[in-house]
């Protein structure tokens, strides 16, 4: 329980509540022990009347003890412009303590009243002060009493017990209050988000479990907001992949029979090539490359869903007899422009290296490049100045708009009809897992230049 929002919650409200009375209970019994003494200097000064009426300012020992009896002192005495009274007993006390009430600060108050709560009250004190009972007209009176501190200390405990308790009483309501507004309006609201959340995580693909939000418009409704729309991405994007697993896995299935389906086809079509029609001969081989293209495509699709990679082997690559390797695989007619150094190295897995420049010159070809030109860079500043930067510049017709915003997405960056758009997008997957990467330069009416940029050696 103490370790709920709730339970901390209202420790620390009384916790708050009762210091703040602590600093109104040190000032307030200061001024009850002033309040309680000046009232005995009232008294002392009315005792002292008497004196005034009383024939050659004489009284009787009898009326003495009771006037004393009265105040509660040991003695009084008064201090006026023309004259000095006193009222005391046949033997005065020794005194063991003076205060001066006209010259005590608050701070010294405070401590006097502490003392005199904490003291066993055995003590004789004399006070001096003003008298509050001066009249107008009366000349200014300044009162000495002497008096035993027990009862002053009994009043000051007293004082000390009722203010304990009422401001015990003040701390419980006001923390109670306190506690429920805060309950109702924040930790019932945290709740509410905690137990969404753990619904959430256990079932993130189940719609019904997104948390609806509240139409406050603190930050907690924000929080609910916010929460909302980060669960509705979530559960799309889970619901996303499973669409995309179970493709991969229908794809999967159908792939050994789809590639019988297909070679059976090349056959039939080999076959039709020594067919003795010459309409039939003119027309196969735009079948047997409609099939080849088939073919591709569930390659690639293959290859980009569910696909099992292994582990990469990086090793140095040197680039120039790999580029020559695979420019020989390109179609008639196209000018492969290896401008690269024998000395050229770049640090990767190389069959990944050679499906990166394969999708790349494969790709430009395609898109009806005639020559295609390969050259290095290596960077002079930033953080790549241990990599080498491979240029690739073919002179097609470039890309269209519709494709480069999404060129790098799978299925969506095809620059061409019929196209999947996955091999980009795998060109430059395999160029990150590889520590470099592939950016698109530049493109349009004079051609298209992409930079692709991997490690010359390994990291230390």
């Not at 999967?252 to 029609?277: F, M, Y």
């Not at 735009?286 to 990679?309: E, F, M, N, P």
């Not at 520590?435 to 051609?447: K, Q």
Request: some cysteine.
């Amino acid at each position: 329980m103490h370790k709920s929002l709730s339970a901390r919650l209202l420790i620390l409200t009384i916790l708050f509540v009762m210091l703040a009375e602590v600093m109104i209970f040190l000032p307030s019994v200061a001024r009850y022990r002033i309040s309680w003494l000046e009232e005995r200097l009232g008294a002392a000064h009315l005792a002292i009347l008497t004196l005034d009426a009383a024939p050659d300012a004489m009284v009787s020992e009898a009326l003495q003890d009771q006037l004393l009896s009265f105040v509660g002192v040991r003695s009084i005495a008064v201090r006026r412009a023309d004259a000095r009274l006193v009222l005391l007993n046949d033997m005065p006390p020794e005194v063991d303590a003076s205060y001066d009430l006209a010259e005590e600060s608050p701070l010294e108050m405070i401590h006097e009243a502490l003392r005199a709560l904490w003291s066993d009250g055995d003590a004789v004190i004399r006070v001096v002060g003003p008298s509050p009972k001066t009249m107008p007209g009366e000349p200014e009176a300044t009162i000495e009493i002497v008096l035993d501190e027990a009862p002053l200390c009994e009043a000051i405990l007293g004082f000390a017990g009722r203010i304990f308790v009422l401001s015990l009483l003040i701390s419980i309501v006001t923390a109670g209050l306190v506690f429920w507004v805060l309950r109702w309006q924040f930790v019932h609201p945290m709740r509410r988000l905690t137990r969404h959340l753990v619904r959430f995580r256990e079932a993130p693909d189940e719609a019904r479990r997104i948390i609806q939000p509240s139409a406050r418009a603190d930050e907690l409704g924000v929080a609910e907001r916010e929460l909302a729309a980060m669960q509705t991405a979530l559960h799309e994007t889970l619901t996303q992949r499973r669409h995309l697993a179970a493709l991969g896995t229908a794809v999967a299935k159908i792939q050994h029979d789809l590639r019988g389906i297909l070679s059976s086809a090349l056959v039939v079509s080999d076959r039709l090539e020594a067919s003795a029609d010459p309409e039939v001969r003119r027309v196969t081989p735009t079948l047997i490359d409609s099939i080849d293209r088939a073919v591709k495509l569930c390659s690639q699709t293959l290859d980009y869903v569910g696909r099992d990679q292994p582990l990469r082997a990086p090793s140095l690559v040197s680039l120039a007899p790999l580029i020559d390797e695979i420019g020989m695989g390109l179609r008639k007619g196209v000018i492969l422009d290896n401008k690269v150094a024998a000395e050229a190295v770049m640090l990767a897995d190389r069959d990944q290296l050679h499906r990166i420049l394969n999708n790349l010159l494969r790709n430009a070809a395609e898109a009806g490049a005639q020559r295609i030109t390969l050259s290095t860079a290596i960077p002079n500043e930033g953080p790549h100045d241990d990599q080498l930067c491979l240029v690739i510049h073919d002179n097609g017709p470039g890309l269209p708009w519709r494709a480069r915003n999404k060129l790098f997405q799978p299925f969506e960056g095809s620059a061409r009809a019929g196209g999947a758009g996955l091999g980009l997008a795998i060109a430059r997957e395999l160029a990150l897992s590889n520590g470099g990467d592939l950016v698109l330069e530049e493109t349009g009416e004079t051609g298209t230049r992409f930079f692709l940029t991997l490690p010359m050696r390994p990291e230390e």
